[in-house]
């Protein structure tokens, strides 16, 4: 059973918010194709220091529906400008937002500059060897 990928459950806290435009149109082959923007920020968390840090987003999708992808030329399937989709009767525009921005989000998002948490802040590093010179000698 696979489980979905929702983008909330990727952020620190909803505090963010995002706006999207969608417009529709046809390609010079007669295609339908929507025309996606998105922009905000969403909070993620550093994984250097974890801690949360803002991370604006700008997207700008174009999406191509295809009947079949047997008739997509090779030209057409190395073009990077575009992104192409199955022809559906139906639409879910909220996944379709939602897998854009999950796609545009970093795997690993890190603050400019930021040092990673220290182990046990503020008190002096102790050797676990101490504990057994303490009780060696209490047994004399």
């Known amino acids: 059973m696979s489980q979905e990928i929702v983008v909330l459950d990727m952020l620190v806290d909803p505090a963010g918010s995002l706006v999207y435009r969608i417009d529709g149109r ?11 923007k998105v922009s905000g920020a969403v909070n993620l968390q550093c994984q250097r220091c974890l801690e949360s840090m803002v991370h604006p987003l700008e997207i700008d999708s174009l999406l191509e529906f295809v009947a079949n992808e047997d008739d997509l030329t090779q030209e057409e399937l190395e073009d990077d400008a575009k992104d192409f989709l199955p022809a559906s009767k139906e639409l879910d525009v909220l996944a379709l937002i939602e897998d854009e921005v999950i796609l545009a989000l970093p ?9 990673a948490p220290e182990a046990g802040r503020g ?5 676990p060897f101490d504990v057994l010179a303490g009780l060696k000698g209490k047994a004399e």
């Open 107 to 115: 795997t690993a998002p890190r603050h400019e500059s930021c040092t």
């Open 123 to 127: 008190e002096a590093r102790r050797s």
């Open 26 to 36: 046809m390609s010079e082959r007669n295609r339908p194709q929507l025309a996606l």
